[in-house]
């Protein structure tokens, strides 16, 4: 578990350095967002 929160953090961190504008950011942290809690859910 702690390896996949760790790959969701890098993936994270390389899509909010990726974007240019504030919404872009919002859309980032969204989507990494949706991408941690899918696999929390999964690893139930």
């Not at 942290?29 to 139930?44: E, L, P």
């Amino acid at each position: 578990m702690r390896k996949v929160m760790g790959m969701a953090v890098v993936a994270a961190a390389l899509l909010v350095s990726a974007c240019n504008t504030v919404e872009g950011v919002g859309r980032d942290i969204r989507s990494a967002g949706d991408t941690v809690a899918k696999t929390a859910n999964s690893a139930k």
